[in-house]
């Protein structure tokens, strides 16, 4: 399994982007509150030594 993976972490949300580093291999994020619809969520990590970088999305609905 190695090392957990290090670095920083970058989601953006609608085009918003919020970073966070990389501890024990985990990255926690905050998010103001969101305005009701369809929210599109991209996530992209870089990499570090030894570690592969990796990006992705999502999407997800505020009701109200």
Known sequence: RGEPATGTVTV???GTPY?????AGRVTFTLPAQSP???LVEVEYAGAAGVSGSTGTARFVVSG
């Open 19 to 23: 970073v966070g580093t990389l501890a």
């Open 12 to 14: 953006s949300v609608d």
């Open 37 to 39: 619809g369809i929210h």
